[in-house]
């Protein structure tokens, strides 16, 4: 298990390493993440992360000079830094994808279909093993009379 998980690995980031400018994992992440979640500030992205702020400032520093991000500023607190994933980060993350596409669509080819399928339904019990269970909605609290 762990050899092929090390292979999955190998081949999800040998695609990251592709394009240019190739980009460290957890640059990839960042700007994923900022893709997803624009409303994320630095702290919140540090948080989500896992990291601590200054490491993350370093991190979109490094984005920002790479032209992948940009910092503006919060159109509705004008007090907080927006942090945006520009259009050749958008790209980026695109030849990032199509290139990890492609990679595992060569290696599903050489497998039987029953083979693939066993994956399929694997990966994504592993998927839903790994992610954090939903929180129950928050009762409102009754009024203090």
Do not use: Y
């Not at 702020?53 to 991000?69: I, K, M, N, Q, W």
Request: glycine share 6%.
């Amino acid at each position: 298990m762990t050899d092929a998980v090390e292979s999955l690995v190998a081949l999800w980031f040998s695609a990251a390493e592709e394009v240019t400018p190739g980009l460290p994992a957890r640059q990839l992440l960042a700007l994923k993440t900022l893709r997803h979640r624009p409303e994320l500030n630095l702290t919140a992205l540090a948080d989500h992360l896992g990291i601590g702020l200054p490491t993350a400032s370093r991190l979109c520093d490094r984005l920002e000079a790479a032209g992948l991000l940009e910092r503006t500023v919060q159109p509705l607190n004008r007090r907080e830094v927006q942090l945006v994933v520009t259009a050749h980060g958008q790209r980026l993350l695109a030849e990032v994808t199509e290139g990890r596409v492609r990679r595992l669509a060569d290696v599903l080819a050489l497998m039987t279909p029953g083979q693939s399928a066993a994956l399929h339904r694997g990966l994504l019990a592993f998927d839903q093993a790994h992610r954090p269970p939903a929180r129950p909605p928050r009762r409102p609290r009754p009024p203090v009379l």
